[in-house]
């Protein structure tokens, strides 16, 4: 079965002298949860950025079922069903529940008020505040926003950065849960999360991150019962 993301050896970083990401390989197959866990620093966010198209690769190349996108922009990229939540600055504060929803339709504005309703319907919290603006959901609630704008394309791969951060342990589980469900009806995805053994929990295999290259890949339960990986990147 052709992968649906193939990342082969890619290096970038932020400026022309910069290399975060020093040879980097990551695969996702068709409906898959890929947790990406490391050290800080270790270039897993960079990672997410570069696939969205966000960074210019220096080499190495990134493809969707087969086609080479490494060169194509962030907009087609979208368009070809990829779809990024950044940890921060994810949503439109100021716009209403439901001006967010409509932005996050943006790429394929056909059939969104049909798509907005479904998604208010998978996620009632949001119906319940549609009205509101962004900037007066809780932390966990914002991301829940961001993750329904990312899935108002029908994204064959959701790329989640850190969604975690910041929340309280209550809200985090709820939205592990929220990313477990999504993941169960079929949508792959990568994510990059602090919270390590959260992720691995719900992930079906991971890939662990260290200086900018891929150290380990691997099913996400072994992984996480491996003694080594516990004590270097998991806190014992």
């Known amino acids: 079965m052709t992968a649906l993301l193939e990342v082969s050896g890619i290096v970038c970083g932020y400026g022309a002298a910069d290399e975060i990401?020093?040879?980097?390989?990551?695969?996702?197959?068709?409906?898959?949860?890929?947790?990406?866990?490391?050290?800080?620093?270790?270039?897993?966010s960079t990672l997410l950025k570069a696939v969205a198209g966000l960074l210019k690769l220096k080499s190495g190349g990134i493809a969707l079922e087969g086609v080479a996108i490494g060169a194509t922009s962030p907009r087609a990229r979208a368009q070809a069903g990829i779809a990024f939540v950044?940890?921060?600055?994810?949503?439109?504060?100021?716009?209403?529940?439901?001006?967010n929803l409509e932005m996050g339709g943006f790429v394929e504005p056909r059939h969104t008020r049909t798509r907005i309703q479904a998604l208010l319907e998978r996620f009632p919290m949001l119906a319940?505040?549609?009205?509101?603006?962004?900037?007066?959901l809780s932390g966990g609630q914002?991301?829940?926003?961001?993750?329904?704008?990312?899935?108002?394309?029908?994204?064959?791969?959701?790329?989640?950065?850190?969604?975690?951060?910041?929340?309280?342990?209550?809200?985090?589980?709820?939205?592990?849960?929220?990313?477990?469900?999504?993941?169960?009806?079929?949508?792959?995805?990568?994510?990059?999360?602090?919270?390590?053994?959260?992720?691995?929990?719900?992930?079906d295999r991971a890939a662990v991150l260290v200086d900018g290259r891929t150290a380990l890949v691997g099913p996400a339960k072994q992984l996480a019962a491996d003694p080594q990986v516990r004590r270097l990147f998991l806190g014992g």
């Open 21 to 44: 990401l020093k040879g980097v390989d990551l695969q996702v197959a068709p409906g898959e949860l890929v947790a990406i866990i490391g050290p800080n620093g270790a270039g897993k």
């Open 86 to 99: 950044p940890q921060e600055a994810n949503v439109f504060p100021t716009m209403t529940v439901w001006e």
């Open 128 to 136: 319940d505040k549609r009205r509101q603006a962004a900037r007066t």
């Open 142 to 203: 914002r991301q829940v926003l961001a993750m329904a704008m990312a899935l108002m394309v029908h994204p064959r791969l959701l790329l989640l950065d850190e969604p975690s951060a910041g929340l309280s342990p209550k809200a985090a589980e709820a939205l592990f849960d929220d990313i477990a469900a999504i993941h169960a009806e079929g949508t792959a995805i990568a994510m990059v999360e602090q919270n390590a053994l959260e992720a691995l929990a719900i992930a």
